[in-house]
């Protein structure tokens, strides 16, 4: 390229019309003519031009990257194909099923909604199982939740949901089932276990599956007619119903370490796998009750959703810092979580949920202090490792992170 065309190149090109031009207009004719000669100057100058068409080229959407490695999109627009008011307090949303997305039956979707000006992220799990053609989300409103309140009072068919994931591990392979699973929980903890009872008996007709619900009154039961039908076509399936509240029952409880016993007493101990979901009362009660019969560790998986609170602001510092991870480094403005800071430096960080909740996010620090979210999805074990999950980590100081491996 001529230092003539790269002259005009700069003086047509909009980022560098003002600072570049005049200097290169300026050259004598005897310095353009070295210029052309010498391989140097030119490549020096086309590297130029590539870094100044860099500044004004739109990028494209950042990527997150699947934990299999694969490039996701990091959020899709999903159409609401139908809501269906489920109790007094809950609705499904049917939501188109992306093309290409496989989930896992107990995993979640991360909602980003404008509610009166205000994004707020909010995790739902999904009531579908992955041979459903459509996603199936399923809200319970929360008193004074604004993302709860919006989604089972405002959204209409034909709206549009930005949505991320599927998210989460509290999920069951199909091809591994246990010789007993037994799925236990009370209100919304209902749907990611009424998806992991359909996907167990889609893989396995004849599946050894146990539901131990609790709920305050039968109205309020999620999928209460779903459950029973599908209890109607797989023997396999035993479902226990527990009633907090007077109605139809006669002696209103809640569960106990009795529904438990009886509830394992269908498979030996150590075949039975748990899935816990429900109220935290009721979910510690029923993990230290296992606990005390030896069921524990991989043999029973929770979920907990909980509202994350983000640290005091008087604990963040009120100047930027430095994130380094991966041999770059990226500013993190006050207030800034790690992960935001790392997609506006367009450094590609593995993500989900951005909400503290699936884990996609951890990494180890190496360097320096972050304040964490709480609570979030990580263990005693791995905070004494050191990991970090970045979408709800601010840093305190400069840090450095580093892939767990
Ligand atoms: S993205 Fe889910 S925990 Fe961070």
Same mark, same amino acid.
């Given at each position: 390229?001529?230092?003539?065309?790269?002259s005009?190149h700069f003086?047509?090109?909009?980022?560098?019309?003002?600072?570049?031009?005049?200097?290169?207009?300026?050259?004598?004719?005897?310095?353009?003519?070295?210029?052309?000669?010498?391989?140097?100057?030119?490549g020096?100058?086309?590297?130029?031009?590539?870094?100044?068409?860099s500044?004004t080229?739109p990028?494209?959407?950042?990527q997150?990257?699947?934990?299999?490695?694969?490039?996701?999109?990091?959020?899709?627009?999903?159409?609401?194909?139908?809501?269906?008011?489920e109790?007094?307090?809950?609705?499904?949303l049917?939501?188109?099923?992306?093309?290409?997305?496989?989930?896992?039956?107990?995993?979640?979707?991360?909602?980003?909604?404008?509610?009166?000006?205000a994004?707020?992220?909010?995790?739902?799990?999904?009531?579908?199982a992955p041979?459903e053609?459509?996603?199936?989300?399923?809200?319970?409103?929360?008193?004074?939740g604004?993302?709860?309140?919006?989604?089972?009072e405002r959204?209409?068919?034909?709206?549009?949901?930005?949505?991320?994931?599927?998210?989460?591990?509290?999920t069951?392979?199909?091809?591994a089932? #246990?010789g007993? *699973?037994?799925?236990? %929980?009370?209100g919304?903890g =209902?749907?990611?276990?009424?998806a +992991?009872?359909?996907? @167990?008996?889609?893989a396995d007709a004849?599946?050894?599956?146990?539901?131990l619900?609790g709920?305050?009154?039968?109205?309020?039961?999620?999928?209460?007619e779903?459950?029973?039908?599908?209890?109607?076509?797989?023997?396999?399936?035993?479902?226990?119903?527990?009633?907090?509240?007077s109605?139809?029952?006669?002696?209103?409880?809640?569960?106990?370490?009795?529904?438990?016993?009886?509830?394992?007493?269908?498979?030996?101990?150590?075949?039975?796998r748990?899935?816990?979901?429900?109220?935290?009362?009721?979910?510690?009660?029923?993990?230290?009750?296992?606990?005390r019969r030896?069921?524990?560790?991989?043999?029973v998986?929770?979920?907990?959703?909980?509202?994350?609170?983000a640290?005091?602001?008087?604990r963040?510092?009120?100047? #930027?810092?430095? *994130?380094r991870?991966g %041999?770059?480094?990226a500013? =993190?403005?006050p207030?800034?979580? +790690?992960?935001?800071a @790392?997609?506006?430096?367009?450094?590609?960080?593995?993500f989900?949920?951005?909400?503290?909740?699936?884990g996609?996010?951890?990494?180890?620090?190496?360097?320096?202090d972050v304040?964490?979210a709480?609570p979030?999805?990580?263990?005693?074990?791995?905070?004494?490792?050191?990991?970090?999950?970045?979408?709800?980590?601010r840093?305190?100081?400069?840090?450095?992170?580093?892939?767990?491996?």
């Amino acid at each position: 390229m001529s230092p003539a065309r790269l002259s005009k190149h700069f003086v047509t090109h909009p980022a560098s019309r003002d600072v570049l031009s005049p200097v290169l207009e300026r050259l004598p004719g005897a310095a353009r003519r070295a210029l052309a000669r010498s391989p140097w100057a030119t490549g020096a100058l086309r590297d130029v031009a590539a870094m100044v068409r860099s500044w004004t080229t739109p990028r494209p959407p950042f990527q997150l990257i699947g934990r299999d490695g694969a490039a996701l999109p990091g959020e899709r627009r999903l159409k609401v194909l139908e809501v269906r008011r489920e109790t007094p307090d809950a609705v499904s949303l049917f939501v188109e099923r992306p093309a290409g997305v496989r989930e896992l039956a107990g995993q979640f979707l991360t909602f980003t909604l404008s509610i009166d000006g205000a994004e707020v992220r909010r995790s739902y799990s999904l009531s579908s199982a992955p041979d459903e053609p459509c996603w199936r989300v399923t809200v319970k409103r929360v008193a004074g939740g604004s993302g709860s309140t919006h989604l089972t009072e405002r959204v209409r068919a034909g709206d549009t949901l930005r949505t991320r994931g599927p998210s989460g591990d509290f999920t069951l392979d199909p091809d591994a089932l #246990p010789g007993h *699973l037994l799925l236990i %929980g009370g209100g919304s903890g =209902v749907t990611p276990l009424f998806a +992991l009872a359909k996907a @167990a008996l889609t893989a396995d007709a004849g599946a050894r599956v146990t539901m131990l619900i609790g709920d305050r009154r039968g109205v309020d039961c999620l999928f209460a007619e779903e459950i029973d039908e599908l209890a109607r076509a797989h023997d396999g399936l035993r479902v226990v119903r527990v009633l907090e509240s007077s109605g139809s029952v006669e002696s209103p409880r809640r569960i106990d370490e009795a529904d438990l016993d009886d509830a394992l007493a269908r498979g030996t101990l150590h075949e039975a796998r748990v899935y816990v979901c429900g109220p935290e009362p009721l979910m510690d009660l029923v993990v230290h009750a296992l606990g005390r019969r030896g069921v524990g560790g991989a043999q029973v998986k929770t979920e907990r959703f909980v509202t994350v609170r983000a640290p005091a602001a008087d604990r963040l510092p009120s100047t #930027p810092v430095t *994130l380094r991870v991966g %041999g770059r480094e990226a500013p =993190v403005a006050p207030g800034q979580t +790690l992960l935001e800071a @790392a997609t506006a430096a367009e450094i590609p960080l593995e993500f989900s949920c951005t909400m503290g909740g699936c884990g996609a996010c951890v990494m180890r620090l190496v360097d320096g202090d972050v304040a964490m979210a709480e609570p979030n999805c990580l263990d005693d074990d791995e905070r004494r490792r050191r990991l970090v999950l970045t979408c709800v980590s601010r840093p305190l100081t400069d840090v450095t992170l580093e892939p767990d491996d």
